[in-house]
């Protein structure tokens, strides 16, 4: 652990021009620290400036351009299940700012040698119970009374859930300027992706609870989550919606289909002031973080399949470039499957 932390420490001095004198106070600090307790804890600027690293780091995500901006709220003091659902729901409101998204992180306890102090099973805050993605949480919670999945962790090794109240979450009604008869189809997608089954890691902590958003791009909605066959798979009643010819593939209407999707979901997003990026707009971010970076001295990782968009992908640069997807640390990793979940229910 130690090592790890050295590393850590040594990064973030070098990078925020600490004093040498004060880098080896804090490196021996941590080491007795260590010494008596098998552990250490994080400054609130360690927490903070390793929590946006940790997005500057993470190979996946095409929106790093604004890691510095991360919001990062810490409640590593939380202990008790009442504190930790209304710190989940103040994330979820603060966040998402009625349409004005923040990016922004809630940390709990970090992980000891003895115990995970929460844990939460969801991998998104909020969910369509209706969704298959959602089956898991559906095993554990024998009858769910909402359109959203409650929210299910653990305390301490104990199972307990939540249901966050209908006025919080944000809903966008999806519509198409074009195509009225789209509308009638009644669709619509919540505002904000909040990631909550990954764990971060910095220095050699593990924090296994740390909810985090950005906003969507419109391809995740419009591409991946309304049209994907182990999905909402609705290409065929969208489709008739905007009256293409389904006869034969030569008229490509599974393309259109799926061009004038993504603009719906931008479209909506847009004329009814929630954030949203498009998939051009998106690659261009990302151009920007690689220069940046270069001329930060530092080599950009990413994984090439998560990178580039799934709609026109070659017409954005990602696609033309290989990346290296090495992972270093700080970082977000997810938790290896079948680990959260035990097969308990919750009642």
Same mark, same amino acid.
């Given at each position: 652990?130690?090592?790890?932390?050295?590393?850590?420490?040594?990064?973030?001095?070098?990078?925020?021009?600490?004093?040498?004198?004060?880098?080896?106070?804090?490196?021996?600090?941590?080491?007795?620290?260590?010494? %008596?307790?098998?552990?250490?804890?994080?400054?609130?600027?360690?927490?903070?400036?390793?929590?946006?690293? +940790?997005?500057?780091?993470?190979? =996946?995500?095409?929106?790093?351009?604004?890691?510095?901006?991360?919001?990062?709220?810490? %409640?590593?003091?939380?202990?008790?299940? !009442?504190?930790?659902?209304?710190?989940?729901?103040?994330?979820?409101?603060?966040?998402?700012?009625?349409?004005?998204?923040?990016?922004?992180?809630?940390?709990?306890?970090?992980?000891? +040698?003895?115990? !995970?102090?929460?844990?939460?099973?969801?991998?998104?805050?909020?969910?369509? @119970?209706?969704?298959?993605? @959602?089956?898991? $949480?559906?095993? *554990?919670? #024998?009858? $769910?009374?909402? =359109?959203?999945?409650?929210?299910?962790?653990?305390? %301490?090794?104990?199972? &307990?859930?939540?249901?966050?109240?209908?006025?919080?979450?944000?809903?966008?009604? *999806?519509?198409?300027?074009?195509?009225?008869?789209?509308?009638?189809?009644?669709?619509?997608? /919540?505002? !904000?992706?909040?990631?909550?089954?990954?764990?971060?890691? $910095?220095?050699?902590?593990?924090? #296994?609870?740390?909810?985090?958003?950005?906003?969507?791009?419109?391809?995740? $909605?419009?591409?991946?989550?309304?049209?994907?066959?182990?999905?909402?798979? *609705?290409?065929?009643?969208?489709?008739?919606?905007?009256?293409?010819?389904?006869?034969?593939?030569?008229?490509?209407?599974?393309? %259109?289909?799926?061009?004038?999707?993504?603009?719906?979901?931008?479209?909506? /997003?847009?004329?009814?002031?929630?954030?949203?990026?498009?998939?051009?707009?998106?690659?261009?971010?990302?151009?920007?973080?690689?220069?940046?970076?270069?001329?930060?001295? =530092?080599?950009?990782?990413?994984?090439?399949?998560?990178?580039?968009?799934?709609?026109?992908?070659?017409?954005? &640069?990602?696609?033309?470039?290989?990346?290296?997807?090495?992972? &270093?640390?700080?970082?977000? /990793?997810?938790?290896?499957?079948?680990?959260?979940?035990?097969?308990? =229910?919750?009642?």
């Amino acid at each position: 652990m130690y090592d790890k932390a050295e590393i850590f420490i040594r990064q973030m001095h070098d990078e925020l021009e600490f004093e040498q004198a004060v880098t080896e106070q804090r490196l021996l600090a941590i080491k007795e620290e260590i010494k %008596k307790t098998g552990s250490y804890h994080h400054t609130a600027e360690e927490l903070e400036y390793g929590t946006r690293v +940790a997005w500057r780091n993470s190979n =996946r995500c095409i929106g790093r351009l604004f890691w510095d901006k991360l919001k990062v709220i810490d %409640k590593r003091d939380i202990s008790d299940c !009442v504190s930790f659902e209304e710190a989940v729901t103040s994330h979820i409101v603060e966040a998402t700012n009625s349409g004005k998204i923040r990016p922004t992180i809630t940390i709990f306890p970090q992980a000891t +040698a003895h115990e !995970v102090p929460f844990i939460i099973l969801n991998d998104q805050l909020i969910r369509y @119970a209706s969704d298959p993605l @959602a089956e898991p $949480i559906r095993q *554990l919670v #024998p009858k $769910i009374e909402n =359109r959203f999945l409650p929210i299910v962790y653990r305390h %301490k090794g104990e199972m &307990h859930r939540f249901s966050l109240p209908d006025n919080i979450v944000l809903e966008v009604p *999806l519509i198409h300027p074009d195509y009225p008869d789209f509308s009638k189809l009644n669709l619509s997608w /919540y505002a !904000v992706p909040f990631i909550s089954g990954m764990e971060l890691r $910095i220095g050699g902590i593990t924090y #296994p609870c740390a909810p985090f958003n950005g906003w969507y791009m419109e391809s995740e $909605i419009a591409s991946r989550n309304l049209l994907d066959c182990y999905r909402y798979n *609705l290409i065929e009643e969208i489709a008739d919606s905007f009256h293409f010819d389904r006869s034969k593939t030569a008229t490509y209407w599974r393309d %259109k289909t799926l061009v004038e999707l993504n603009y719906a979901v931008y479209h909506s /997003y847009k004329s009814q002031g929630v954030a949203i990026v498009d998939h051009y707009t998106a690659s261009k971010q990302f151009e920007k973080f690689e220069q940046q970076e270069l001329q930060s001295g =530092r080599k950009v990782t990413g994984d090439w399949t998560w990178l580039i968009p799934p709609i026109s992908p070659s017409l954005v &640069h990602n696609f033309h470039k290989g990346y290296d997807n090495t992972y &270093h640390d700080p970082n977000f /990793y997810y938790r290896k499957k079948g680990c959260p979940f035990s097969g308990q =229910r919750t009642n």
